[in-house]
């Protein structure tokens, strides 16, 4: 176990604090040598060995932090739940909810403030032969996990094979985020922004099948000051053009008559503020492009707090998007343009051509659809989306 050590921690014995070389594993920085530090790292041999090989994950584990520095106890719990969902044509569906009834793809969008610790629990109720199912490699273990971009969290909460930080079927575990504030003195930037959290054990050591099947979703980190949203809605581009794991027709299931706001249904008021969180997961470039509306390229997607127009920062309406990149941003809906279906697609052509299409209804103050619009299923990509695959599904 210790063959991972940094040469500069090799040397004679060191006097006084140590600046920032990391010990075995990359845990805290390393105390002096001492004979202390020897006996610790016997009683660590020993824990192993009585453990046996059938306990090293759970010993591994014990060894990292529970909760990163700054965060002496979470200041909020949430229950998290994997379910398994109704499949798409043969497509295994899986979901995070808050609820298992409620669990969806993407899943729950997760908001904290800077300065927040939060613990979630993860229950996986997602069966073993599932996940079998799902597992490209018979040797990888059969689990799910919750990894999250962007806040700080340990090797505890890293929600990997690798770290022992996963649930089985039938298990819970709890992960633990903190939104690290900006800190002047360290230089430490903050942790405010758009950000995703996903599985990364489902099939395989990347979660490759977890991703596809559905566990993702969004997170967003706030500062006091930031706009706060009438509505979120997380919009994540994957590969074969899906948007939320959707193609073409199934992309938009807004009907006209009390449509319901969900991943397959982007809809608001005239004057409501609406914030998007986008995600690019898979193996493909995409570009978000929404018509009618344009925001800043920003953290928060406005130009700063309410701050005066600096013509320094760029106002977009098309935004590049790679595999694991996130941001966010926030429009007013039909400001000066008025209700109306606005599109909502990746602009790489053969993408929209193929389905990578939905639209972002935008209702009067009343709530009522704008008349005289058929807004439904009339994009090239409903029609070519079939075509291109073979069938009647829209497959991720
Ligand atoms: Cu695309």
């Not at 969290?153 to 985020?177: A, E, F, H, K, N």
């Not at 977890?210 to 706030?222: A, E, K, M, T």
Request: hydrophobic share 35%.
């Amino acid at each position: 176990m210790s063959a991972w050590r940094l040469a500069e921690d090799d040397p004679a014995p060191q006097t006084g604090p140590t600046t920032g070389s990391t010990g075995p594993l990359g845990g805290r920085p390393e105390r002096p040598r001492t004979g202390a530090r020897r006996i610790l790292v016997v009683a660590a041999v020993v824990l192993l060995t009585l453990v046996g090989a059938g306990g090293f994950a759970a010993a591994r584990t014990g060894m990292f932090a529970e909760r990163p520095d700054g965060c002496a106890k979470p200041d909020r719990t949430i229950q998290l739940y994997a379910v398994e969902l109704p499949k798409d044509g043969t497509q295994i569906r899986l979901g995070y909810g808050l609820t298992p009834e409620t669990a969806s793809y993407p899943g729950p969008l997760m908001e904290m403030m800077e300065g927040e610790c939060l613990a979630i629990t993860l229950h996986n109720q997602v069966s073993e032969a599932t996940l079998a199912a799902l597992r490209t490699d018979p040797a990888h273990p059969l689990g799910v996990s919750l990894h999250v971009h962007g806040v700080k969290y340990t090797q505890d909460s890293d929600g990997t094979v690798q770290s022992g930080s996963y649930v089985p079927s039938g298990g819970s575990r709890t992960y633990t985020w903190y939104a690290q504030p900006r800190n002047n003195k360290t230089g430490a930037q903050g942790t405010a922004g758009y950000w995703w959290y996903h599985d990364h054990v489902v099939g395989g050591p990347h979660g490759t099948q977890g991703l596809s099947s559905g566990l993702f979703g969004g997170l967003v980190v706030r500062r006091p000051g930031d706009p706060k949203p009438d509505r979120s809605y997380t919009v994540v581009f994957g590969d074969r053009q899906n948007i939320n794991l959707r193609r073409g027709a199934a992309t938009d299931t807004c009907t006209e008559v009390n449509p319901q706001p969900g991943p397959s249904c982007l809809v608001a008021r005239k004057g409501e503020r609406v914030e998007f969180v986008v995600v690019g997961v898979g193996n493909d470039m995409h570009t978000f492009h929404l018509h009618g509306h344009s925001w800043a390229d920003t953290r928060t997607g406005m130009v700063s707090n309410g701050q005066p127009f600096a013509d320094s920062v760029p106002i977009i309406d098309n935004k590049t998007l790679g595999p694991g990149d996130s941001f966010g941003l926030s429009v007013v809906a039909g400001d000066s343009v008025g209700p109306g279906h606005w599109m909502l697609h990746c602009h790489m052509q053969f993408h929209s051509d193929a389905g990578m299409s939905t639209m972002l209804h935008v209702l009067d103050e009343n709530g009522n659809m704008p008349p005289g619009m058929d807004h439904q299923h009339t994009t090239a990509g409903a029609a070519a989306a079939p075509a291109a695959d073979g069938g009647t599904h829209q497959h991720n």
